[in-house]
Protein backbone atom coordinates (compact mmCIF):
# COMPACT_ATOMS: atom_id res chain seq x y z
CA UNK A 1 0.00 0.00 0.00
CA UNK A 2 1.09 3.51 -0.55
CA UNK A 3 1.54 5.57 2.42
CA UNK A 4 2.58 8.69 0.79
CA UNK A 5 0.38 12.09 1.67
CA UNK A 6 1.01 15.02 1.24
CA UNK A 7 -1.98 16.05 3.62
CA UNK A 8 -1.79 17.78 6.57
CA UNK A 9 -4.89 18.85 8.64
CA UNK A 10 -4.75 22.41 9.66
CA UNK A 11 -6.00 23.27 12.94
CA UNK A 12 -9.77 24.17 11.96
CA UNK A 13 -11.48 22.65 9.29
CA UNK A 14 -12.97 25.36 6.76
CA UNK A 15 -15.10 24.39 3.92
CA UNK A 16 -13.42 23.93 0.48
CA UNK A 17 -16.61 23.85 -1.63
CA UNK A 18 -14.84 22.09 -4.86
CA UNK A 19 -13.72 19.31 -3.18
CA UNK A 20 -14.66 17.30 -5.44
CA UNK A 21 -16.28 14.12 -5.97
CA UNK A 22 -20.08 12.36 -7.39
CA UNK A 23 -21.64 14.29 -4.74
CA UNK A 24 -19.49 17.40 -3.93
CA UNK A 25 -22.22 19.97 -5.65
CA UNK A 26 -25.01 18.71 -2.77
CA UNK A 27 -22.52 18.28 0.42
CA UNK A 28 -22.50 21.43 3.01
CA UNK A 29 -21.25 21.59 6.52
CA UNK A 30 -24.54 22.87 7.42
CA UNK A 31 -28.02 22.25 7.63
CA UNK A 32 -31.13 23.94 7.19
CA UNK A 33 -33.08 24.82 4.18
CA UNK A 34 -31.07 26.33 0.94
CA UNK A 35 -34.57 27.68 -1.02
CA UNK A 36 -38.04 28.53 -0.11
CA UNK A 37 -40.39 25.25 -2.12
CA UNK A 38 -43.70 24.15 -1.11
CA UNK A 39 -44.09 20.66 -1.57
CA UNK A 40 -47.17 18.86 -3.68
CA UNK A 41 -49.72 17.33 -2.03
CA UNK A 42 -51.71 14.89 -4.05
CA UNK A 43 -54.89 13.09 -2.73
CA UNK A 44 -53.93 9.52 -1.36
CA UNK A 45 -53.66 9.45 3.02
CA UNK A 46 -49.71 8.81 2.27
CA UNK A 47 -47.41 11.69 0.20
CA UNK A 48 -43.70 10.17 0.05
CA UNK A 49 -40.73 12.74 -1.11
CA UNK A 50 -38.11 10.38 -2.20
CA UNK A 51 -35.87 8.75 -4.71
CA UNK A 52 -34.97 5.32 -5.60
CA UNK A 53 -31.82 4.77 -4.06
CA UNK A 54 -31.72 2.03 -1.52
CA UNK A 55 -32.94 3.64 1.14
CA UNK A 56 -35.68 5.36 -1.01
CA UNK A 57 -36.80 1.42 -2.38
CA UNK A 58 -37.52 0.07 1.70
CA UNK A 59 -40.39 2.62 1.56
CA UNK A 60 -41.92 1.98 -1.76
CA UNK A 61 -41.40 -1.87 -1.61
CA UNK A 62 -43.12 -1.91 2.14
CA UNK A 63 -45.84 0.28 1.00
CA UNK A 64 -46.56 -2.24 -2.40
CA UNK A 65 -46.26 -5.04 -0.18
CA UNK A 66 -48.97 -3.20 2.27
CA UNK A 67 -51.17 -2.70 -1.00
CA UNK A 68 -50.70 -6.21 -2.29
CA UNK A 69 -52.14 -7.22 1.23
CA UNK A 70 -55.47 -5.14 0.71
CA UNK A 71 -54.57 -2.32 3.35
CA UNK A 72 -56.46 0.83 0.93
CA UNK A 73 -54.99 3.00 3.71
CA UNK A 74 -51.46 2.58 2.45
CA UNK A 75 -52.20 4.25 -0.87
CA UNK A 76 -49.77 6.72 -1.53
CA UNK A 77 -48.50 9.36 -3.99
CA UNK A 78 -44.35 9.08 -4.40
CA UNK A 79 -43.35 12.32 -5.37
CA UNK A 80 -39.89 12.59 -6.77
CA UNK A 81 -37.19 14.42 -4.89
CA UNK A 82 -33.95 14.98 -7.04
CA UNK A 83 -30.87 15.38 -4.57
CA UNK A 84 -28.61 15.78 -7.14
CA UNK A 85 -30.79 18.81 -7.98
CA UNK A 86 -30.60 19.92 -4.20
CA UNK A 87 -34.38 19.44 -3.74
CA UNK A 88 -34.14 18.23 0.14
CA UNK A 89 -32.63 21.92 0.92
CA UNK A 90 -35.90 23.47 -0.10
CA UNK A 91 -38.20 24.61 2.82
CA UNK A 92 -41.27 22.46 2.54
CA UNK A 93 -38.76 19.74 2.52
CA UNK A 94 -36.60 20.41 5.66
CA UNK A 95 -39.89 21.39 7.31
CA UNK A 96 -40.54 17.50 6.83
CA UNK A 97 -37.44 15.84 6.92
CA UNK A 98 -34.80 18.61 9.30
CA UNK A 99 -32.02 16.30 8.18
CA UNK A 100 -32.65 16.86 4.25
CA UNK A 101 -32.23 13.32 3.14
CA UNK A 102 -34.95 11.39 1.26
CA UNK A 103 -37.06 9.51 1.88
CA UNK A 104 -39.88 11.69 3.81
CA UNK A 105 -43.69 10.64 4.25
CA UNK A 106 -46.41 13.10 5.25
CA UNK A 107 -49.16 10.85 6.84
CA UNK A 108 -52.44 12.59 6.19
CA UNK A 109 -54.61 10.57 7.26
CA UNK A 110 -54.41 11.70 10.95
CA UNK A 111 -55.02 15.19 12.43
CA UNK A 112 -52.81 16.90 12.09
CA UNK A 113 -50.48 15.40 9.20
CA UNK A 114 -47.82 13.14 10.96
CA UNK A 115 -44.35 13.50 9.47
CA UNK A 116 -42.12 10.67 9.74
CA UNK A 117 -38.19 10.23 8.93
CA UNK A 118 -35.41 8.11 8.46
CA UNK A 119 -36.39 5.08 6.39
CA UNK A 120 -35.96 3.24 9.33
CA UNK A 121 -38.93 5.38 11.28
CA UNK A 122 -40.88 5.22 8.12
CA UNK A 123 -41.00 1.34 8.19
CA UNK A 124 -41.55 0.82 11.64
CA UNK A 125 -44.56 3.67 11.51
CA UNK A 126 -45.95 1.96 8.25
CA UNK A 127 -45.35 -1.80 10.01
CA UNK A 128 -47.62 -0.53 13.56
CA UNK A 129 -50.24 1.66 11.86
CA UNK A 130 -51.34 -1.16 9.64
CA UNK A 131 -50.21 -4.26 11.66
CA UNK A 132 -48.36 -5.87 9.30
CA UNK A 133 -44.76 -7.31 8.64
CA UNK A 134 -43.72 -6.60 12.25
CA UNK A 135 -44.54 -9.65 14.41
CA UNK A 136 -46.90 -9.27 17.25
CA UNK A 137 -45.06 -11.95 19.82
CA UNK A 138 -42.54 -9.65 21.99
CA UNK A 139 -39.33 -12.67 21.18
CA UNK A 140 -39.99 -12.11 17.98
CA UNK A 141 -40.89 -8.52 17.54
CA UNK A 142 -37.65 -7.61 19.15
CA UNK A 143 -35.62 -9.82 16.88
CA UNK A 144 -36.96 -8.23 14.10
CA UNK A 145 -36.04 -4.58 15.23
CA UNK A 146 -32.70 -5.88 16.06
CA UNK A 147 -32.17 -6.40 12.63
CA UNK A 148 -34.01 -3.41 12.02
CA UNK A 149 -31.53 -1.29 13.42
CA UNK A 150 -28.81 -3.26 12.66
CA UNK A 151 -29.19 -1.83 9.15
CA UNK A 152 -29.71 1.42 9.89
CA UNK A 153 -26.11 1.12 11.75
CA UNK A 154 -24.29 -0.55 9.08
CA UNK A 155 -25.88 0.05 5.68
CA UNK A 156 -23.90 3.69 6.06
CA UNK A 157 -20.08 1.86 6.15
CA UNK A 158 -21.60 0.24 2.83
CA UNK A 159 -22.77 3.11 1.64
CA UNK A 160 -21.33 6.50 2.92
CA UNK A 161 -18.06 4.17 3.39
CA UNK A 162 -17.29 1.89 0.77
CA UNK A 163 -20.13 2.87 -1.96
CA UNK A 164 -18.85 6.39 -1.44
CA UNK A 165 -14.48 5.35 -2.02
CA UNK A 166 -15.13 2.65 -4.21
CA UNK A 167 -17.80 3.95 -6.98
CA UNK A 168 -18.46 7.91 -6.08
CA UNK A 169 -14.76 9.02 -4.74
CA UNK A 170 -12.45 11.49 -7.24
CA UNK A 171 -9.39 9.22 -6.61
CA UNK A 172 -9.12 5.36 -5.53
CA UNK A 173 -7.75 5.55 -2.19
CA UNK A 174 -6.22 2.36 -1.54
CA UNK A 175 -6.94 2.76 2.61
CA UNK A 176 -10.39 3.81 2.44
CA UNK A 177 -11.17 1.25 -0.33
CA UNK A 178 -9.90 -1.53 2.12
CA UNK A 179 -11.20 -0.40 5.40
CA UNK A 180 -15.02 -0.54 4.30
CA UNK A 181 -14.34 -3.17 2.12
CA UNK A 182 -12.87 -5.11 4.81
CA UNK A 183 -16.43 -3.57 6.99
CA UNK A 184 -18.64 -4.81 4.21
CA UNK A 185 -17.50 -8.11 3.94
CA UNK A 186 -17.45 -8.42 7.21
CA UNK A 187 -21.44 -7.23 7.18
CA UNK A 188 -22.31 -9.68 4.30
CA UNK A 189 -20.83 -12.35 6.57
CA UNK A 190 -23.13 -11.70 9.55
CA UNK A 191 -26.12 -12.16 7.22
CA UNK A 192 -24.84 -14.97 5.93
CA UNK A 193 -24.36 -16.86 8.93
CA UNK A 194 -27.63 -15.67 10.05
CA UNK A 195 -29.73 -16.91 6.69
CA UNK A 196 -27.99 -19.91 6.54
CA UNK A 197 -30.40 -21.08 9.62
CA UNK A 198 -33.39 -18.89 8.84
CA UNK A 199 -35.50 -18.60 5.79
CA UNK A 200 -35.59 -14.72 6.52
CA UNK A 201 -33.51 -12.51 8.57
CA UNK A 202 -35.31 -12.18 11.44
CA UNK A 203 -37.11 -15.97 11.06
CA UNK A 204 -39.45 -17.88 9.23
CA UNK A 205 -41.44 -14.91 8.06
CA UNK A 206 -40.79 -12.34 5.64
CA UNK A 207 -40.85 -8.61 7.99
CA UNK A 208 -39.45 -5.35 7.71
CA UNK A 209 -36.08 -6.29 8.65
CA UNK A 210 -35.87 -7.67 5.03
CA UNK A 211 -37.21 -4.92 3.50
CA UNK A 212 -34.61 -2.60 5.30
CA UNK A 213 -31.76 -4.91 4.55
CA UNK A 214 -32.73 -6.03 0.86
CA UNK A 215 -32.14 -2.99 -1.01
CA UNK A 216 -28.59 -2.84 0.47
CA UNK A 217 -27.24 -6.16 0.56
CA UNK A 218 -29.47 -7.67 -1.39
CA UNK A 219 -29.01 -5.22 -4.26
CA UNK A 220 -24.92 -5.03 -3.67
CA UNK A 221 -24.88 -9.04 -4.22
CA UNK A 222 -26.89 -8.14 -7.00
CA UNK A 223 -24.82 -6.07 -8.58
CA UNK A 224 -27.24 -3.51 -9.03
CA UNK A 225 -25.45 -0.90 -6.70
CA UNK A 226 -22.20 -0.13 -7.65
CA UNK A 227 -21.16 -2.60 -9.95
CA UNK A 228 -18.77 -4.00 -7.21
CA UNK A 229 -20.21 -7.90 -6.73
CA UNK A 230 -17.44 -9.20 -8.36
CA UNK A 231 -15.14 -7.17 -6.39
CA UNK A 232 -16.75 -8.24 -3.14
CA UNK A 233 -16.86 -12.01 -4.61
CA UNK A 234 -20.82 -11.77 -4.00
CA UNK A 235 -21.21 -15.50 -4.78
CA UNK A 236 -19.80 -16.73 -2.22
CA UNK A 237 -22.37 -15.29 0.03
CA UNK A 238 -24.62 -18.43 -1.07
CA UNK A 239 -27.56 -17.72 1.48
CA UNK A 240 -27.60 -14.50 1.07
CA UNK A 241 -27.68 -14.32 -2.58
CA UNK A 242 -30.42 -17.33 -2.54
CA UNK A 243 -32.16 -14.78 0.01
CA UNK A 244 -31.67 -11.65 -2.31
CA UNK A 245 -32.99 -13.80 -5.15
CA UNK A 246 -36.04 -15.26 -3.58
CA UNK A 247 -36.69 -11.49 -2.39
CA UNK A 248 -36.56 -9.68 -5.79
CA UNK A 249 -39.06 -12.27 -7.27
CA UNK A 250 -42.06 -11.03 -5.53
CA UNK A 251 -44.41 -8.22 -7.71
CA UNK A 252 -44.65 -5.85 -4.72
CA UNK A 253 -40.73 -5.81 -4.61
CA UNK A 254 -40.36 -5.32 -8.41
CA UNK A 255 -43.15 -2.33 -8.18
CA UNK A 256 -41.65 -0.77 -5.32
CA UNK A 257 -38.14 -0.74 -7.29
CA UNK A 258 -39.52 1.47 -10.15
CA UNK A 259 -41.35 4.47 -8.02
CA UNK A 260 -39.17 7.79 -8.35
CA UNK A 261 -36.59 5.39 -10.07
CA UNK A 262 -34.42 8.36 -12.10
CA UNK A 263 -32.13 5.62 -13.48
CA UNK A 264 -31.71 2.69 -15.24
CA UNK A 265 -33.66 0.80 -17.96
CA UNK A 266 -36.82 3.40 -19.24
CA UNK A 267 -38.74 0.19 -18.26
CA UNK A 268 -37.58 0.10 -14.40
CA UNK A 269 -38.12 4.24 -14.18
CA UNK A 270 -41.64 5.54 -12.96
CA UNK A 271 -40.48 9.22 -11.84
CA UNK A 272 -44.01 9.21 -9.82
CA UNK A 273 -46.31 7.22 -8.87
CA UNK A 274 -50.16 8.47 -7.50
CA UNK A 275 -52.03 5.69 -8.33
CA UNK A 276 -51.83 1.77 -9.10
CA UNK A 277 -52.41 1.95 -12.42
CA UNK A 278 -49.21 4.17 -12.98
CA UNK A 279 -46.94 0.96 -13.08
CA UNK A 280 -48.81 0.16 -16.58
CA UNK A 281 -48.59 3.59 -18.00
CA UNK A 282 -46.26 6.12 -17.09
CA UNK A 283 -43.06 4.15 -16.91
CA UNK A 284 -40.26 5.96 -19.14
CA UNK A 285 -40.48 3.12 -21.74
CA UNK A 286 -44.17 4.83 -22.38
CA UNK A 287 -43.81 8.42 -21.84
CA UNK A 288 -40.80 9.14 -22.16
N1 LIG B 1 -30.41 7.36 7.67
C1 LIG B 1 -31.15 7.94 6.60
C2 LIG B 1 -30.25 8.10 5.39
C3 LIG B 1 -30.96 8.74 4.24
C4 LIG B 1 -29.98 9.13 3.14
O1 LIG B 1 -28.76 9.08 3.32
N2 LIG B 1 -30.53 9.57 2.02
C5 LIG B 1 -29.68 10.01 0.91
C6 LIG B 1 -30.00 9.23 -0.35
S1 LIG B 1 -29.74 7.51 -0.09
C7 LIG B 1 -29.95 11.49 0.63
O2 LIG B 1 -31.05 11.94 0.69
N3 LIG B 1 -28.89 12.23 0.32
C8 LIG B 1 -28.99 13.61 0.00
C9 LIG B 1 -27.97 14.45 0.72
O3 LIG B 1 -27.14 13.87 1.45
O4 LIG B 1 -27.98 15.67 0.55
C10 LIG B 1 -32.35 7.04 6.27
O5 LIG B 1 -32.19 5.82 6.37
O6 LIG B 1 -33.43 7.56 5.91
Not at 161 to 175: D, L, T, V
Not at 227 to 243: I, K, L, N, Q, R
Request: charged share 20%; with cysteine.
Amino acid sequence: MNNESDYTPPKVWTWDADSGGTWASINRPIAGATHDKTLPVGRQPLQLYSLATPNGVKVTILLEELLAMGIEQAEYDAHLIKIGDGDQFGSGFVDINPNSKIPALMDHSTTPPTRVFESGSILLYLAEKHGAFLPTDAAARTECLNWLFWQMGSAPYLGGGFGHFYAYAPIKIEYCIDRFTMETKRQLDVLDRQLANHAYIAGDTYTIADIAIWPWYGQLVLNTVYEAAEFVDAGSYTHVMAWAEKIRERDAVKRGYKVNRTFGEPETQLHERHEASDFDTNTQDKVG
